[in-house]
């Protein structure tokens, strides 16, 4: 389908200078028709320095604020440059550029305002552990709980998002763990929430910063800002899910 709006593809790097030249080099290779950002979330390693040397586009944070910082500033980058479409994507090689087509293509024919690429639609590649999968099937449940819509991979950070959802996510985005929240706060907005199936990978190189401990406290401070976030758009009725 041609198409004729501006995409920026925000790519947030914590500490990943084992990753981010071949991430930056694969998908310049593959999508070079759209634009990219790096946002350099405060980064101890040499992820700056390989920014800088590599000539790309990049935004430093001068400290680390956190996935969903680093994501919204993203956000606010595309919302003061007129972007159309903003898709987020991870910085640890996780995501597959080859997806992103089908990522844009309900949005650009209308059909949703939030596109999330799935792991579960057709459970292939990389599925994460055991562990993780049932954290996942748990806030899953919860989200449908809470706003009668069945979201199957709530954690994916592989998301594209319309004009719309790029001025709301640039004043307002959950800070820690934001996924799930994020989803949220997009059908509280009345957006149209779709999955698209993809495939990802296993982490490329560095390790996940979620240790068995973060994920505990995860799990607890994922489940009250579901409800929280829920709440605090009073008794506003989620739309339906599509079926």
Do not use: W
Request: net charge neutral; hydrophobic share 35%; glycine share 8%.
């Amino acid at each position: 389908m041609k198409q004729d709006k501006k995409v920026l593809i925000i790519i947030p790097a914590y500490n990943e200078a084992e990753n981010i030249e071949h991430v930056v080099g694969h998908m310049m290779e593959e999508a070079p028709q759209y634009d990219y950002l790096v946002v350099n979330d405060g980064s101890t390693d040499n992820t700056l320095e390989l920014c800088r040397r590599g000539n790309f586009h990049y935004l430093d944070l001068s400290i680390n604020m956190g996935i969903g910082g680093a994501v919204q500033a993203g956000y606010v980058y595309a919302y003061k440059n007129d972007y159309d479409i903003a898709v987020q994507m991870d910085g640890d090689g996780q995501h597959d550029i080859a997806y992103l087509n089908d990522m844009l293509q309900p949005i650009l024919e209308k059909k949703a305002d939030v596109v999330i690429g799935s792991r579960f639609l057709k459970k292939e590649g990389f599925q994460s552990s055991a562990g993780r999968r049932m954290g996942i099937n748990i806030l899953s449940g919860l989200i449908r709980l809470t706003t009668g819509q069945r979201i199957m991979d709530v954690t994916s950070g592989y998301r594209a998002v319309n004009r719309m959802f790029i001025d709301i996510y640039s004043k307002d985005y959950p800070t820690d763990y934001p996924e799930p929240e994020a989803i949220v706060a997009a059908i509280m907005h009345r957006g149209r929430v779709k999955e698209v199936p993809v495939q990802m990978k296993a982490r490329e190189g560095g390790s996940s910063s979620i240790t068995f401990k973060k994920s505990i406290y995860y799990m607890i401070k994922v489940t009250l800002a579901i409800f929280i976030c829920r709440l605090s758009y009073g008794v506003r009725r989620a739309p339906k899910p599509e079926e």
